[in-house]
């Protein structure tokens, strides 16, 4: 199940929808772990069984394989000349991290153009 919230950036905080925490059967959960990334957070029971982990596995696992999708495709546009600075972008990334991108389809050379214009944007 996905939700959209709008985020009210003048406040402080945020409200998740109890509808989403009775779907997802965390309505009742008194401790959750919330990790946050760079531009995601996932919201876990603390002491999730097992059945809760692997549900959690399969989640994450079918967003990961769109978000490849959709990163290779955005990623061939930009593909063709090396971009000089597409070495920098990528150096917080293992090599066996860059060899899975390459081994589902994102082509590195438009990649690390596309992150070199966002950041330029930024």
């Known amino acids: 199940m996905k939700f959209t919230l709008c985020h009210d ?3 402080k905080t945020l409200a998740i929808p109890r509808a989403a925490l009775q779907l997802s059967g ?3 959960a008194e401790r959750l772990t919330l990790r946050a990334g760079h531009g995601c957070v996932v919201l876990t029971r ?3 069984a097992a059945r809760e982990r692997l549900e959690t596995i399969r989640l994450l696992h079918d967003l990961n394989v769109g978000m490849v999708v959709r990163l290779a495709l955005d990623s061939r ?3 063709g000349m090396p971009c000089k600075r597409a070495s920098e972008v990528f150096r917080s ?3 066996e991290f860059l060899d899975m991108l390459e081994h589902c389809g994102v082509d ?3 990649l690390g153009a596309l ?3 966002e950041e330029d944007a930024e």
């Open 93 to 95: 990334y293992d090599a």
């Open 115 to 117: 992150l070199t214009r």
């Open 9 to 11: 950036t003048s406040k």
């Open 26 to 28: 965390l309505e009742d």
């Open 108 to 110: 590195l050379f438009g």
């Open 77 to 79: 546009p930009s593909s």
């Open 46 to 48: 603390q002491e999730g």
